[in-house]
């Protein structure tokens, strides 16, 4: 018990001394474990997002079903990457706690966020 709780107390204080370490920067263990959580929670909103941002260049038609598939796409992605950020927070990788998808949750950059150009179809 006692090599258990001696253990604990040094992954503890290493835990606590990263943290401490990385608060100067702007992202930081504690941004690195929210954005996790946020894409846990809210990647949901990926569904709704991504045939929205399809139908700014395309039609009904093919922004709902390609906007659908795209959006079931993300929120998989994004489940993932929230996973993988919230395990690994104390930790900064990647460097500077940098968000490993961008952008960094479903609903940021909301007014900037472009679908991608679209190569010219002939028609």
Partial sequence: MKKY????????????SMVST???AEDNAFTKFGRGMA???ISPGELYTQPLLLSKNNDAPIAIFGGLLK??????????????????????MPK????????????TDWDTRQPQEQPDVIR
């Fill in 39 to 41: 894409n846990i929670l």
């Fill in 22 to 24: 990385s608060l100067a």
């Fill in 96 to 107: 500077g706690y940098r968000p490993i998808i961008e952008p960094a949750t479903t609903f």
């Fill in 71 to 92: 959006g079931t796409a993300m929120f998989l992605a994004r489940e993932g990457v929230g996973l993988y950020e919230v395990l690994t927070f104390p930790f900064p």
């Fill in 5 to 16: 709780l001696l253990a604990c107390g040094v992954i503890g204080l290493v835990l606590i």
